[in-house]
């Protein structure tokens, strides 16, 4: 099985990437902004017109400091962003990406590029709704956060003591399962489970089923004893939110997540469904091994790992409010952000949050779609990358392509996920 197969396994775009990462040209160059109403391209065009949203720029002088935190948002900086998106679009071949970038004092950077739908040529917009893949895994782990505040759970109770049948599960403790410390083997890594997704990606899988996949491996480690990134965590963390609550997963978040952080247009589905507008998918996981249309498939195979919706404006506020702790006890928050090495220099993994490079967040993929949604808290600066794509380039997750390109210009003391090669692997 080719090690690209089902991404959502991987651990993050920065950690799982293998190769030198690339660092795209930024050579300025003319900037001129579409007139207000003008749509971009209808084709995948080598170099795509941007699409912007009402969001401003600053005009102010631009500083080359590279010592600043984040750079001034001016017309200049925003004519070397284009041209850094654009050259990722293209060697990478990405139909579609929109680019937020906020700070304050600074201004912002709201741009689209390419096409949101292959077959019409439509434009990627701003406002579309995409599947932000693994960064629902901040939102399950969320929700089991507040029950920790609510005493309900405590960090380091057994899995065992809520679910059964869990190898180690005597040992195996929710804060490992968070942290991806557990050991237990990654179910979509799993040959069976892969042919099965490829053969019907529309089919309906349950927790159980997914489950099962992992648990007829042996566990790969002792509890703790190193950082191995599994969506299985994920979905058995889902299952206690589910037991201590009496309520369907998906209820738990939109009422105790979703609606508290004040977001609009970020849903758990029970379906393929997509909230209209969205961007179309595409992805070369497929059967054949050829670029595909996935946008329709059942994202159940996810579940509370990584079957979340959402759009721009919705990651944008969800990106601070996970890294400030806006909805959880201070105490536990500092829990959360206590980080242990990942497989990249300047990287840690905390509880379903990591921390690259000073960014605090997580990014997400799954077959069609990536996203990067991180905040910076020395600026106070957030970027979002939403991409209606997932095929790797160059063994490089596309989202960490552009996270790079755009935190080359910005943020050149805190570029994502950084310059040093990064360690191949193959899960």
Known sequence: MKPTH????????????????????????AYAAPAAGRSAPVSAAPTPTPTPSPATTSTSTPSPDSGQVFRQLTPAVAAQLDAAVRQVMREAQVPGVTVGLWAPG?????????????????????????????????????????????????????????????PNGDRITLRQLAGMRSGLFNYSMDGDFITRLEKDPEQPMSPQQLLDYSFRHPVLFEPGAKFDYSNTNLILLGLVVEKITGRPLHEVIADDVVEPAGLRSTVFPTNAALPVPYAHGYTDQTASGKVEDSTHWN??????AGAMISDLQDLR?????????????????????????????????????????????????????????????????????????????KGQEPSTLFGEAVTEIVTPDHVYPGHKPVVPRTG
């Open 317 to 393: 506020s969800w990106a601070r409010t996970l890294a400030v702790g806006t909805l959880l006890k201070p105490a536990t928050q500092a829990e959360r952000l206590k980080t242990t090495p990942m497989d990249i220099p300047g990287a840690g993994y905390g509880l379903g949050i990591f921390d690259v490079q000073g960014w605090i967040g997580h990014n997400g993929s799954i077959p069609g779609y990536e996203v990067l949604p991180v905040h910076l808290p020395a600026a106070d600066a957030t970027m979002v990358i939403l991409l209606n794509t997932d095929s790797p380039y």
């Open 106 to 166: 600074k201004g912002s950077y709201v741009r689209s590029f390419g096409v949101a739908d292959k077959a019409t040529g439509a434009p990627m917009k701003p406002d579309l709704h995409v599947r932000i893949g693994s960064e629902t895994k901040t939102f399950t782990v969320t929700a089991l956060l507040q029950l920790v505040d609510r005493g309900k759970v405590a960090l380091d109770d057994p899995i065992g003591d809520y679910i059964t049948g869990v």
């Open 299 to 304: 994202p159940s195979w996810a579940w509370a």
């Open 6 to 29: 089902i991404r959502l396994r991987r651990a993050c775009a920065a950690a799982a990437a293998a190769g030198v990462l690339i660092a795209p040209a930024i050579a300025g160059s």
